[in-house]
């Protein structure tokens, strides 16, 4: 149901890939508020994905641009504010990729190329989008900028890898960039720590299911997902929201606040049986 919450607000949404993109269903939901947006991915993902039937659905400019590099970053900004007639109030940093998850590799045997990428398509990305859109003035005064993280960059999480190292870093990018572009411009940046969501990239994480099914059991209000994220974001998007920045923000069911639930204990007692070796020891992950 709309409220009009975004009505008149003009906005950028990076890393709608298809309809099970949290940016997707960012997209949909600022749109349905009263929002213009431009929508852009890498080139790669718009040829590959589904982006271009989202931007005919919602009559937005789609925009490529490689989020890794500044020049693409610039180049997309200044075409957004061509498209929708000046600057923008919000934007949405949706972007993560670890070509050692994708390869399987464990977190004890990285290949060190491939953590760069991780690093900086999933994090360093982000304060290039940052800085660009403050040197070009890009962002209205009290305008939001969101980014998506997940819990894994306080806790070890079994089988999120690198990923886990990249998500810390764009919390800490969070903050920092939050307070120069809160005290200077009166830009609030702050992050998102979702649900364990069944994404597209969110599904080559070892041990998604189960991880889905944990969160689940141990959440007093169930996972967080795509949708519900959404709505989040249209909140955080909104001038209810003026002044929190700097934030990390959970949005995962109550999961971060758990210690151990009913659900997850009588899950838990089933025993370890398909987990111990010839010998009966535990096998640990």
């Not at 689940?216 to 709505?231: I, K, Q």
């Not at 002044?243 to 758990?258: A, E, I, P, R, W």
Request: proline fraction near 2%; include cysteine; charged fraction near 25%.
């Amino acid at each position: 149901m709309a409220n009009n919450l975004l009505k008149g607000k003009k906005g950028i949404i990076f890393g709608a890939l298809n309809d099970m993109s949290i940016a997707w269903k960012v997209a949909e939901r600022v749109v349905e508020e009263g929002a213009t947006i431009t929508l852009t991915n890498t080139p790669l993902a718009v040829r590959m994905g589904a982006t271009t039937d989202l931007a005919e659905k919602l009559n937005a400019k789609l925009i490529p641009a490689d989020a890794t590099k500044v020049e693409d970053i610039e180049n997309l900004f200044a075409q957004s504010m061509e498209v929708l007639g000046g600057k923008v109030d919000f934007v949405l940093h949706s972007i993560g990729m670890s070509p050692n998850v994708r390869k399987k590799r464990s977190y004890d045997d990285l290949d060190y190329s491939m953590l760069n990428t991780t690093i900086d398509v999933s994090a360093i990305s982000f304060h290039k989008m940052l800085q660009v859109a403050k040197k070009m003035d890009a962002i209205n005064e009290w305008g939001s900028v969101l980014t998506l993280t997940y819990m894994a960059a306080q806790r070890t999480m079994f089988g999120y890898n690198d990923m886990a190292d990249a998500k810390a870093m764009l919390e800490s990018i969070t903050r920092s960039f939050g307070y120069i572009y809160g005290r200077e411009k009166n830009v609030r940046v702050n992050s998102i720590s979702q649900s364990p969501t069944m994404t597209t990239a969110g599904s080559g994480v070892k041990g998604i299911d189960k991880l889905l099914d944990f969160a689940e059991r141990m959440s007093p209000l169930g996972n967080a997902d795509a949708d519900d994220c959404a709505n989040y974001c249209v909140v955080m998007f909104s001038d209810l929201t003026r002044k929190v920045t700097m934030q990390n923000l959970y949005h995962d069911g109550g999961f971060s606040s758990m210690g151990m639930s009913l659900r997850a204990m009588m899950q838990y007692e089933k025993g370890f049986d398909e987990f111990k070796d010839e010998e009966g020891r535990i096998v640990y992950g």
